[in-house]
């Protein structure tokens, strides 16, 4: 509490009680003098009267007779008004001594509110606290009065103290009350969210608590009270917990009235009412996770059994089963797994044996005369998915015919390592494999691998890829290289002249190092190559080659073009010529260094069928063409339908070159086809020049792959 301010001195040089005037009465020999406060009223009242005793002689001519009378009269006048002075002094004091002490009772009890409120909890010796200051300040106040008034405000202030202090005794008395019942409170809050949270604990904390209500001292009859609510409280928290945890057994224990004396009647009806909605809410909920778990399988089966009608094995199809045992769907779910067998052998056979399959599969439906029976329903699913399946891994050979393979499970690729023609052989053995298994042909790479190697290749200089082609070549051998080379080609330019230049690589290892080379001078400076716009050039192009070159197909052509602008840009670099300037002479042996060479028939220019290949060497050989060169059933011609025979070409045919040593055929302008309708194919490659003709060293040149 903050100290009591000092009352400042009031009444200043009043004069001390009974200082001059004891009593009424003039004892003998006594000094009449007038007291201090009373002085010029006694001297102006004995001068008025000396005066008037002084006209009373003169006008009596009894002077003498009359003064000791004269004298006493004065001397009463005189105590009367001394006794008059002193009675209003008193009461003077009297009245400034109350209103000092209502000054002091006003700053007194700001002073105990403000202690009352800054007490701490239970207000511990508040009292005497208090009262020690009280009295300090009441000292410090009566030492401070004038004297006249110390007695009067001694007594009050002794009175107002025991009224204050029972004030204080009061109010600290009501604060152990107050705390003690928070405390049970903080203890009830505490047993409660522990009830809740779990109400095994629900006895153990009851007693825990009535423990600490005995210790709170509180009167008997507030802790009765106390302990009934509490119990209450209590139980609608235990019986809230078990709600929570299983509705439908806390909410018959509430009917059954096993808590009824620790229930109020609202807290009861309240529990029963959640125990009812909690339990309702529950079964809801399941109903909905059990119709939600139903649709999930449902959807699961179904994704199942349409992965199983193409053949694929769902990733979690053992789960599944053990999921739908004993359910309605076990029976449709098994029945798609004993087809999957049926399937996935049918998707490992080979083309032929997948067609034979299905022929024998439809014979089947066809002959069932039933064919609304639920058997017959499942093998028409089952022939659907047939030949659904034999679709897709037709169109997939079609793509990538090893990968097909391998995904038949005919063939177990491992990584290759395209600088190891070791591996690359065991590709290539693979790839018989599945050309066999898939009925088209497969290269030893699949397409991923080919993306990586064309990476592999565009980020090489021109040493390292001489090195890979000698690789490649050395792995894949000629004819498998060709069509390794052709799938490269169509990859963009530095792929086009990478094939131009592997093609040349076993026959010409200089000249396909010189346009690996020229690639790279390209790239440093545009001028070692031919300089003309892409018109001017293909002009210049067909000066030297004529028609050799238009009938190959868009990605073939370009690849002899930049195979042979690299070739030139080469031996431009080599010569040390970058000013530009167009070398018609270069550029006719860049094209017949690339192409192989050109010869002629009928009149038109085409690309010799072997590399290095003469003109009389290539007479020759169409000389000596036979029947049997053209396949084992003769082609025909648009026109008549009748068969072309190798006289026929001899005399009226026109070649047009689509790769090395193949070519189109027209007869009298119309094209030549083969016995399926396709436009027919002249393979001139293994012909041999019959006669004394020489036979060049054989080569190849990339053309499209063949079918």
Known sequence: MPTIPRLPQRI????????????????????????????????????????????????????????????????????QLADRAAAEQEEADKTEALKLLTRTKGDVGRQFMEAQAAAPAGAPEFTSNFMERFDAYSDSVLAEAPEGQREALEQRLLAYRGDLELDALAFELRSREKKKVADVEVALGLAVNAVRTDPTAYEDTLAEYRGTLA???????????????????????????????????????????????????????RLESRAETEADRIQRKLEAERRAAEARLTGKVDTAIRLMGRGETPPDLEALVGATEGTEYQAPLMAAVEDLS???????????????????????????????????????????????????????????????????????????????????????????????????????FTKP??????????????????????SLRAG????????????????????RIFAGAGALAEESPHDAKLIMQGADALAAEENFGPTQNRASLREATDEVAGKALAGLPAQSYELVMDA?????????????????????GLWTRALETISGGFVEWGGERTVAPRRGMRQRDFDGLMDGLRDSDLGAELPRTTMTGEAVTAETIREYGALTAIGQGRYRVTVRG????????????????????????????????????EQ
């Open 12 to 79: 200043a040089g009043a004069a001390p009680r009974g200082a001059a005037l004891a009593g009424n009465r003039v004892r003998p020999g006594a000094d009449l003098t007038p007291a201090p406060s009373v002085e010029g009223a006694v001297s102006g009242a004995a001068a008025t009267l000396g005066r008037a005793g002084l006209s009373v002689a003169a006008a009596m001519g009894q002077a003498g007779r009359s003064q000791q009378e004269t004298g006493e009269r004065l001397q009463r006048v005189a105590l």
């Open 215 to 269: 210790a709170t001292d509180l009167p008997a009859g507030t802790a009765e009270a106390t302990d009934t609510a509490a119990v209450q409280q209590l139980t609608a928290s235990y019986l809230d917990g078990l709600i929570n945890a299983d509705p439908f057994s806390a909410g018959r224990r509430v009917k059954t009235g096993e808590f009824d004396g620790r229930l109020s009647p609202g807290d009861r009806a």
């Open 342 to 444: 049926s399937l996935q052998s049918f998707s490992r056979l080979a083309p032929a044996e997948r067609a034979a399959r299905l022929r024998d599969e439809r014979r089947a439906l066809d002959s069932d005369q039933d064919a609304s029976s639920e058997a017959e329903l499942r093998r028409l699913d089952r022939f659907e998915s047939m030949a659904r399946i034999d679709q897709r891994l037709r169109e997939a050979a079609e793509d990538d015919a090893l990968s097909t393979a391998a995904q038949q499970g005919v063939v177990a690729l491992a990584p290759v390592d395209f600088s190891d023609p070791d591996t690359i052989r065991t590709r290539v053995r693979q790839a018989d494999v599945a050309t066999q298994q898939t009925g088209r042909v497969a290269l030893p």
């Open 449 to 470: 691998e080919l993306d990586s190697l064309a990476e592999q290749i565009e980020g090489m200089n021109a040493d390292q890829r001489v090195a890979l082609a000698d």
């Open 476 to 495: 894949l051998g000629s004819q498998r290289l060709v069509p390794v080379l052709a799938a490269l080609g169509q990859k963009g330019k530095a792929l």
């Open 564 to 584: 042979a602008t690299a070739w030139y840009a080469g031996r431009k670099r080599a010569d040390g010529d970058s000013s530009g300037e167009f070398d018609e």
């Open 670 to 705: 119309y094209q030549v086809l083969d016995r399926a309708g396709r436009p027919f194919v002249l393979d001139l490659r293994e012909v041999p020049i019959r006669g004394e003709a020489r036979q060049p060293e054989r080569g190849v040149f990339p053309g499209p792959p």
